[in-house]
């Protein structure tokens, strides 16, 4: 029972706080990401972490909470809308546009989410969808989205008004602070009381219910913190690029971080971190094979789907017995 | 490297007779679509087409040693400006050229002007670049939205196509690209007689075919692009509007298009292009060269990467600098011409002004051959085929 058992720590774990083998792991990647950007070209690392931390977001809902959503570009898109318009337009800080995006992207999950989870499975996933081609409508029609050609030229600004993010080490900073801190966060979500009752509706709702807890609050919470941290990632990377696009709220950005997360290892904490990385470095990196990329995306996926349906690191948690 | 080097200007002396070695490296980014809805009309094929100009102005004679490389931006924002970045920051490139996809194109734009080096647009087609998002070191070389509706709305009215109707695509691009036309529909004598917006993208195009139908116009001007514009044209075919009598008017339309429908389906539609394979002589000889590479003829995009390519290196071998502002002042000083785009002034805000012309789809009797698609109707002189120059946007005078 390795597989229900795995991403959620055992009640003793869960006293002593986070497991030591969880701890090492973050304090690695942490000292990782502190020398990434001598290693790799700072604004491919900064990419790499907004989409780990979209995925991680994602995963929350999906390996966690049990609901599998297709159209979490809606959340990721609008907070970089949002978050890019604060920015050009408003004139505010880093901070701030950051901020004001992720209060969008968690006002419009909180009203996206209290519609979809009245329904479950293929429904639930057919719901979402719809409203993020519905928010997909208004990103082409609106005028502050400045259309097909999206919002562009976003000043990286000044944090707290002090400090230039001109640099892309500065800015590389910032963006660790922010996107590591959600993925802590995320951690601590998961291994908290309210995680034990997601991880009990998503193994047996109606036993959950019987229980006395009130299962639709529950999921409507889950739905909401996942939106407001997709949304945070989103609007973090309008800040790293610049830029607010439609790519960002298109059905097929619901789709990748679908597939980041499958492929990384669903249910796991480091999974969908592992799964980004793939995928990021894969579009990077193939870029000069053109073509190429989509096919080399689609092999990866059959060969993960077919040899490892836990994804990477489900495996590598199978190996070890340990949840990761 | 220092033996590279050695080597490297050892060769260029050899090369050049000891006349002269400038041993300027060069470095072209080729960055276009090379797997989604742009991969034919600019994709391998503009790496081909600057790879001849690089041959054909025989730079590694005039001591520039040049160098191509190429990637895809998926018509993706953040792909696109991650790899421009990239190539200024890391990998020296000196110049990108092409970027279709106007989001794209815009933030290539910017930051390009950042790192104060060119950008040689040949593929987008949004005015912004040149407008309200000019940039000091952008060259937009082949053609813009404004031209193609410019151009095909004037020259239809002026050809008698009085009375107009549009299929809107229902966002932006759509509804620029209708006020434009009817703009110059309605300067030149002509008249609006409906449009209807079309929701964005569509299939199925019969009820608003059948509004164009009945509403009496001479025109139906396509105010959209890409798979919409195809389809739009196939059930035009289909319900027989052409053979009626009307004209299908294609605002944003590109040879591939045209040899993707046929001359069957395709027929009678009028269209306006920077450059055509089978104008002259030299046009022919290039596109056979072209066409020995790719197996297909070039498109007006892969013509202008060729063109402003070769502009592009002879500022540098003038200027003695890839440096961005030097390069973009000497290519907006001095003009340019060739046999593919004719001549070329680059203007003040950057925008490239050339002739365009103006073009019908041949019926399948007219066409001889696969590419045999297109007879000139008219030729638009360039200052009345592109928007007049902003003020703000002049980056020449100080």
């Not at chain 1, 990434?36 to 931390?53: N, Q, T």
Request: contains cysteine; charged residues 15%.
């Amino acid at each position: 029972m390795t597989i229900s058992n795995s991403g959620i720590a055992t009640p003793s774990a869960q006293r002593a706080g986070m497991p030591l083998l969880h701890k090492v792991i973050f304090l690695v990647l942490l000292a990782f990401l502190v020398v990434l950007p001598f290693l790799v070209y700072p604004v491919f690392a900064m990419k790499l972490m907004c989409f780990a931390l979209f995925a991680a977001a994602f995963n929350l809902l999906l390996g966690f909470g049990g609901l599998l959503s297709f159209g979490h570009a809606a959340f990721f898109g609008s907070a970089s809308y949002v978050a890019a318009h604060a920015a050009k337009v408003w004139g505010l800080t880093p901070e701030l546009a950051v901020l004001s995006g992720t209060v969008a992207a968690a006002f419009l999950g909180l009203v996206i989410g209290a519609l979809a989870i009245r329904r479950q499975g293929i429904y639930f996933a057919m719901v979402t969808l719809a409203f993020a081609q519905m928010v997909y409508f208004v990103a082409l029609q609106a005028q502050f989205t400045g259309g097909e050609d999206g919002i562009q030229s976003v000043p990286r600004g000044a944090l707290f008004g002090l400090i230039s993010l001109r640099d892309n080490i500065s800015l590389y900073f910032f963006v660790l602070a922010v996107t590591f801190g959600g993925i802590l966060m995320l951690y601590r979500i998961v291994h908290s009381p309210f995680g034990q009752v997601l991880h009990a509706i998503r193994e047996n709702e109606p036993r959950a219910i019987s229980l006395g807890y009130n299962v639709n609050r529950y999921k409507l919470m889950v739905f909401t913190l996942s939106a407001t941290f997709s949304g945070l990632a989103g609007a973090t990377k309008a800040q790293v690029f610049q830029l607010a696009s439609l790519t960002d709220v298109h059905w097929t950005m619901s789709g990748e971080v679908v597939l980041m997360t499958l492929l990384g290892g669903m249910g796991t904490v480091f999974g969908p971190l592992v799964g980004a990385a793939i995928i990021v470095t894969m579009q990077n990196y193939l870029a000069t094979f053109g073509a190429w990329v989509t096919v080399i995306q689609g092999v990866i996926f059959v060969i993960g789907v077919m040899l490892f349906r836990e994804g990477v690191v489900g495996v590598i948690a199978r190996w070890i017995k340990r949840p990761l | 490297m220092l033996r590279k080097l050695a080597l490297g200007t050892a060769l260029g002396a050899l090369a050049a007779g000891g006349a002269l070695a400038q041993d300027i490296d060069v470095k072209l980014g080729v960055l276009n679509d090379r797997s989604g809805v742009y991969a034919d009309l600019s994709g391998e094929g503009s790496v081909v087409a600057a790879r001849m100009a690089v041959e054909d102005f025989k730079a590694a004679e005039k001591g520039l040693n040049v160098e191509v490389i190429s990637a895809d931006h998926q018509n993706k924002p953040d792909v696109g400006s991650n790899i421009a970045r990239q190539w200024y920051d890391q990998d020296g490139v000196d110049v990108i050229v092409d970027v279709p996809t106007s989001s794209v194109a815009l933030a290539v734009a910017q930051i390009t002007a950042d790192k104060n080096k060119i950008f040689l647009a040949s593929g987008p087609g949004s005015t912004e670049l040149t407008r309200e998002q000019c940039q000091p070191t952008t060259i937009h070389w082949t053609y813009d939205t404004a031209a193609l509706a410019n151009g095909t709305g004037k020259a239809v009215t002026d050809a008698g196509g009085e009375k107009w109707f549009f299929l809107t695509a229902d966002y932006a691009f759509g509804h620029s690209l209708e006020e434009n036309t009817a703009r110059v529909v309605k300067e030149n004598g002509g008249e609006v007689v409906g449009s209807v917006d079309v929701p964005f993208p569509a299939t199925d195009f019969s009820s608003f075919l059948l509004q164009a139908q009945s509403s009496g116009a001479d025109v139906i001007g396509l105010a959209n692009a890409g798979g919409d514009t195809i389809n739009a044209i196939k059930q035009a075919s289909e319900f027989g509007i052409t053979q009626a009598g009307q004209k299908l008017a294609g605002l944003l339309i590109f040879i591939n298009d045209i040899h993707a429908l046929g001359a069957q389906t395709a027929q009678g539609l009028q269209m306006t292009s920077a450059f055509y394979w089978d104008t002259n002589d030299a046009t022919r000889d290039w596109s056979a060269r072209f066409e020995e590479q790719m197996d297909k003829k070039p498109s007006m995009v892969h013509a202008g990467v060729y063109s402003a390519v070769m502009d592009f290196l002879a500022a540098v071998e003038a200027t003695g600098t890839t440096d961005g502002d030097q390069v973009a002042a000497w290519m907006k000083q001095n003009p340019y011409e060739d046999a593919l785009m004719g001549k070329v002034q680059v203007r003040g805000d950057g925008r490239a002004v050339h002739d365009m012309y103006l073009f019908e789809v041949k019926t399948p009797e007219e066409s001889e051959g696969e590419w045999d698609l297109l007879k000139q109707v008219s030729t638009i002189p360039g200052d009345q085929a592109f928007l007049p120059m902003l003020d703000e946007c002049d980056f020449t005078k100080e």
